[in-house]
């Protein structure tokens, strides 16, 4: 059985294609028109789509070939122990579901590295229990030059050697840059605490400039969403 798996940000659309867990391949999209162009070509059994940016209703008018839309009411192979269940941010939940999946068991702590950093932890009982969300790296760097008179916007391309600046501009990279490597480190010592069997998973669009983390059961999974909507999909289907 072949599965689709769709992803529509803000931005970008990201697809793969699976054979029950086996990423195939994924590609990634600047519209939606190429990306129907392509998926119509390609052997699928069942589709999931994810989408922020349309309805399934705006979608339906688009992708002629039939698929699953994810939402709130869609069934997960977890329990989803959030307190405002309506409130959580699709891609986090399949984030988490990723993890625990790949991992075959929780505990998890899945961290997504996109315009913010957020956090989702699955325990011991297969349970989501929600997790924190701070500011991107991106996002840093634009507050400090959106908020102040004189701070620069800052180019983010490269960390930086040193954790100390010798400059105004080096100083804000070094702030963003080993600010949230520490924030990371200190999140994943706490979890460790009180799960230390923990296995964490950072994916998103930052994730591969952390990729020096991926060590003592630490590992870098960028389509980790994707892996999580295939799990959603397969529970759905079988």
Request: with cysteine; aromatic share 10%.
């Amino acid at each position: 059985m072949k599965n689709l798996v769709i992803d529509i940000g803000n931005t970008r659309i990201k697809s793969a294609l699976f054979s029950g867990k086996e990423l195939l391949g994924d590609h990634v999209f600047d519209s939606l028109e190429n990306a129907v162009e392509f998926w119509l070509n390609m052997p699928f059994d069942h589709a999931l789509v994810s989408s922020v940016r349309y309805s399934m209703e705006e979608l339906q008018k688009s992708i002629p070939f039939e698929f699953q839309f994810l939402s709130h009411s869609t069934p997960l192979p977890i329990v989803n122990g959030y307190s405002t269940p309506h409130s959580l941010g699709l891609d986090r939940i399949a984030a988490a579901i990723g993890a625990w999946e790949l991992a075959g068991k929780g505990p998890v702590l899945a961290i997504d590295l996109g315009s913010c950093v957020t956090y989702e932890l699955v325990d011991e009982l297969s349970v989501y229990r929600g997790g924190s969300i701070s500011p991107g790296m991106a996002m840093r760097a634009k507050a400090m030059n959106t908020f102040t008179s004189k701070l620069p916007l800052v180019d983010l391309a490269q960390k930086p050697e040193n954790f100390v600046g010798d400059s105004t501009i080096t100083c804000m990279q070094a702030g963003i840059w080993y600010g949230l490597t520490y924030e990371m480190e200190g999140q994943i010592a706490a979890y460790r605490l009180k799960f230390p069997e923990i296995l964490v998973f950072l994916c998103g669009g930052d994730a591969q400039s952390f990729v020096s983390m991926a060590k003592d059961h630490i590992f870098v999974v960028p389509n980790l969403v994707l892996h999580g909507l295939n799990c959603i999909l397969n529970h759905n289907v079988e």
